[in-house]
């Protein structure tokens, strides 16, 4: 008998993920599904290989350690992919709920939510910042939702002004990643860049610097879901760029602007040219972190890319590789790149090199006008960020 995993879409079964002992998972859909779980699993055309599994593994955490941590804290009895999702499933990203055969997500009526006080997140929060290699599962928190990713995070409800531990009737609202003690000022550093972005007039999630007793954090509200006039969220249908691919998410550095941008153009033209304006902010502010993983396609209707998140200008801490994860044409490097390089993106991916070297140039000078108002004295305050907003300016103005 195949290991299964009911699949439930706007708490609408759609399918079953089935595994065969020593043989990858698959999709198999209801006879009367018309929406897919994901772009790598249509409905009516074979997936990649793998696709499944790939699928499935990237609402986990990546960090062995954190899977440990979550088996413990879930009562789940390894860390196998399947035996994982059937215990924290039924909050993970977007609006797919996975649970056990028999069971159905949100079916318990007299269901309440579990409250988290502001010591309950701050003990979490200062227990994440007194490990360095502390997982955002370890400790006595049950736990009923799962965060993909390698930085140490954790998920909260944000109900009628109150803070709620979610599940699977309790949708998430907000993600809490405590800065590291290493990366000086970097909850700051993020919500200034997502500042940033946003007075430039560019789609991004509300964030903050968060304070719960004597702890801070920074705290970002999730696009993937949507505010009812209940007071409760509803799940929004989304996926990462190496999901919608059917790709391995230990591959996530592996893949191109050119894998992106194909994929985008087979489901709308336009939607390649606006993976492009996201791909030239996360260059223009340093981001060379932003792998495939740090962009997501929503799929409530038609695709759509998602707002932009994990926006860490890493020009402020060189002891990271300042690589791009993403080159453009062959530069690697944002003190290397100018719209030459952008042009050959353009040609290498089919794309016409004017509208792209247009957008780019957009980009810069929208994010330029707004550098001294989203950073002003913080800046001059911080050498580090200091020097990393010096290094924007100059990428920027080079590229107008």
């Known amino acids: 008998m195949p290991e299964v995993l009911e699949c439930w879409l706007h ?7 089935e595994r065969q002992t020593g043989r990858a998972a698959r999709l198999v859909y209801d006879a009367d599904a018309t929406r897919v779980v994901s772009l790598s699993l249509p409905i009516d055309a074979p997936a990649p290989d793998g696709a499944a599994e790939h699928y499935l593994r990237g609402l986990l955490p990546e960090d062995p350690v954190a899977l440990r941590d979550m088996m413990r804290a879930s009562g789940a009895t390894s860390t196998d992919t399947f035996e994982l999702l059937r215990q924290v499933g039924g909050d993970v990203a977007g609006a797919v709920q996975l649970t056990a055969p ?10 309440e939510p579990l409250i988290a006080t502001t010591a309950d997140i701050g003990a979490r929060i200062a227990g994440i910042k007194a490990r360095p290699t502390a997982s955002a599962f370890a400790g006595d928190w049950p736990l009923r939702f799962s965060l993909a990713g390698v930085q140490a995070k954790f998920a909260l409800a944000r109900i009628g002004g109150s803070w709620y531990r979610p599940d699977a009737q309790t949708p998430s609202t907000h993600i809490v990643k405590p800065g590291a003690a290493r990366n000086k000022h970097i909850e700051a550093f993020e919500a200034r860049a997502m500042d940033l972005v946003r007075r430039a007039g560019f789609a991004v999630p509300r964030a903050r610097v968060a304070h719960f007793d004597d702890q801070s954090a920074y705290v970002v509200e999730r696009f993937d879901r949507e505010l009812m006039p209940s007071g409760f969220s509803r799940r929004l249908h989304v996926e990462d760029l190496q999901q919608a691919l059917g790709r391995d998410p230990k591959g996530k550095y592996l893949t191109s602007p050119a894998d992106a941008i194909a994929l985008l153009r087979r489901h709308d033209s336009e939607l390649a040219y ?3 304006k996201q791909l030239a902010i996360n260059t223009a502010i340093g981001n060379a972190d932003a792998h495939a993983k740090n962009y997501s396609i929503m799929l409530e209707n038609e695709p759509r890319l998602s707002p932009l998140y994990d926006l860490v200008p890493l020009g402020a801490y060189p002891q990271y590789s300042q690589l791009l994860t993403m080159p453009i044409g062959s530069q690697r ?7 030459k390089d952008w042009n050959a993106l353009a040609v290498d991916c089919d794309l016409e090199p004017d509208h792209v070297v247009n957008i780019v140039s957009d980009v810069n000078q929208r994010l330029s006008s707004q550098l001294e108002p989203a950073f002003g004295e913080f800046a001059a305050r911080h050498s ?11 990428y920027m103005t080079r590229n107008i």
């Open 333 to 339: 490097h944002t003190a290397n790149i100018t719209l």
């Open 11 to 17: 708490g609408d079964h759609v399918g079953r993920f």
């Open 274 to 276: 606006c993976f492009v």
């Open 384 to 394: 580090n960020l200091g020097k990393a907003v010096r290094q924007m300016q100059r």
């Open 102 to 111: 028999g069971s159905e997500p949100g079916s318990d009526p007299d269901h």
